[in-house]
């Protein structure tokens, strides 16, 4: 059970040789975020063609799904940062600990929120489909995606064992396989059986068991799935890692299925121009998200080793690559936007609604950039909650608030929501780096601490005689314990 096992990487002295251990660890990230993105893009491109209406309903149920899955996959999120730090100290058994309790308990978690998410299924079509939806289509094609996602919560850990480890290309390979079945059984079932929606929900969660299967053999063959006793600390540390995660994901996803209700308010041409815009927006955010798992794996390594120079040296060369790529991306698609549209519908009035928006990607591609660079220390550092709260306070406090007054009050349309998704951007950057900046500061009052009570220590040292040196102490007498020296 060592197949695949790789020792904690460690900051080569050279920048440029640094820029290629990130990009080892955020290449296979980034492939299996692009394969997710480009099965997005297949799958819009392939209901756009099929009808306006069937893009509409994907790009009404996929949002109230995304919620579902944000509330299982922070518990893979907290396997990637605990095996990390594990890993780095070289405390492989508590590694071994977490496997099989963690992919039953992220497992049942998935069926439960599954089993919820189904019964309010119908009642949330009903409330949130804008009018000539078909409400019973859109129900259905949410169950079905609802059924795979106790497999999606044990592939978030899956992968979150072995990207803690350093192996992301594992699941690189399986998220590859996994996109390519789905697209070919997306279009036989769209456009061969003439299902639609539901075909295409039918061919993602087929793919997504397919996947989850393959990882469970992967996991299995590098680290065994023995029972263990003794599990407790390895599953409370999971479990405090993960629950302000399930709260950011519920924050973030939520504001993103909120914001899909509010473009269903504005017309389904808005409706659908938005998921055009939300998969192009996709399409950099992979690069972001990926660029920041590097990070929070190889700093939460160096962190577990108590290498915090290396850490900094990991954390400057993620921030070179996150920025260069995810901005030169943002301003590719946006150049792109008239022909990349046409792409993913063939309504002309969808394409025009989206190709109005695309000038806000080059603008917020470096504010993602910058708050999950500092986002990836904090969470590398075990500060989920840090993250959590700037995740809550730019969705309740400026989000929601200004989408909504700016397309309800000022009905400025898909213009109004992605100048608030801008704002909320802006304000999560600037939570998030207070909050990196107020552990720091934590940090280093911490250290000067430690440091003047060492040098205090060395100065009492250093007044006492050689002879009284070589000399053992008294004992302290018992009335007085913390007293020394005793008086006479």
């Known amino acids: 059970m060592t197949e695949g096992r790789v020792p904690p ?18 290449g296979p990230v980034v492939l299996t975020s692009a394969t997710t993105v480009v099965l997005g893009l297949t799958d819009t491109a392939l209901l756009g063609h099929h009808s306006t209406e069937a893009l509409g309903i994907a790009a009404l149920t996929l949002p109230l799904w995304v919620f579902c899955s944000a509330l299982v996959i922070p518990w893979g999120s907290a396997t990637q940062i605990s095996v990390a730090r594990w890993y780095g100290s070289g405390d492989t058994a508590a590694i071994r600990e977490l496997v099989r309790p963690g ?25 949130t489909a804008p009018a000539g939806l078909d409400h019973g289509e859109a129900t259905i094609m949410l169950w079905i995606l609802l059924c795979g996602l106790p497999f999606t919560a044990a592939t978030a850990h899956l992968n979150g064992i ?3 480890a350093g192996d992301t290309a594992s699941g690189a390979r399986v998220s590859v396989a996994v996109a390519a079945l789905n697209a070919a059984l997306s279009a ?12 295409s929900a039918t061919a993602s969660t087929l793919a997504l068991i397919a996947g989850s299967c393959a990882l469970v053999l992967r996991v299995r063959s590098i680290w065994g799935f023995e029972q263990v006793s003794a599990v407790r600390g390895p599953l409370r540390n999971w479990a405090s890692l993960a629950l302000p995660d399930v709260a950011f994901g519920a924050a973030s996803y939520g504001a993103d299925a909120a914001i899909a209700m509010i473009a269903a308010g504005t017309g389904a041409i808005s409706l659908a121009g938005h ?5 192009a927006t996709s399409l950099v955010w992979m690069f972001v998200f990926g660029t920041g798992v590097a990070i929070a794996v190889l700093t939460g390594q160096r962190l577990g080793a108590g290498d915090h120079h290396g850490r900094a040296a990991f954390v400057r060369a993620g921030a070179v690559v996150m920025l260069v790529c995810s901005c030169t991306l943002a301003v590719a698609v946006a150049a792109l936007s008239p022909w990349l549209f046409q792409l993913l519908s063939a309504d002309s009035a969808v394409v025009q609604a989206a190709g109005g928006v695309v000038w806000t990607l080059p603008v917020v591609a470096p504010v993602m950039a ?16 840090g993250v959590m709260y700037a995740s ?13 007054v700016l397309t309800t009050v000022c009905d400025s349309g898909l213009s109004g929501i992605y100048y608030g998704i801008m704002a909320g951007w802006i304000a999560r950057t600037a939570a998030t780096y207070l909050r990196y900046a107020g552990a720091g500061r934590a940090r280093s009052r911490a250290r000067s601490g430690a440091l003047r009570r060492r040098f205090s220590v060395r100065r009492s040292a250093a007044s006492i005689s050689p002879r009284a040196r070589s000399t053992p102490p008294p004992a302290t007498p018992a009335r007085c314990p913390h007293r020394w020296p005793p008086s006479r």
């Open 188 to 199: 036989t079932l769209i456009f061969g059986a003439g299902s639609g929606p539901v075909g």
């Open 275 to 279: 998921r055009v815009m939300s998969t």
């Open 103 to 127: 992919l039953s308990g992220a497992s049942a978690i998935g069926a439960v929120v599954a089993f919820v998410g189904a019964v309010a299924a119908p009642v949330l079509v009903a409330v």
């Open 162 to 164: 072995l990207a803690g």
């Open 392 to 404: 809550l306070f730019s969705v309740s406090c400026v989000t929601l608030p200004a989408v909504w």
């Open 9 to 26: 990487q460690e900051p080569d002295a050279r920048f440029g040789s640094r820029l290629w251990q990130v990009v080892r660890i955020a």
């Open 370 to 385: 910058i708050s999950m660079i500092y986002a990836a220390q904090l969470r590398a550092a075990g500060d989920t909650k």
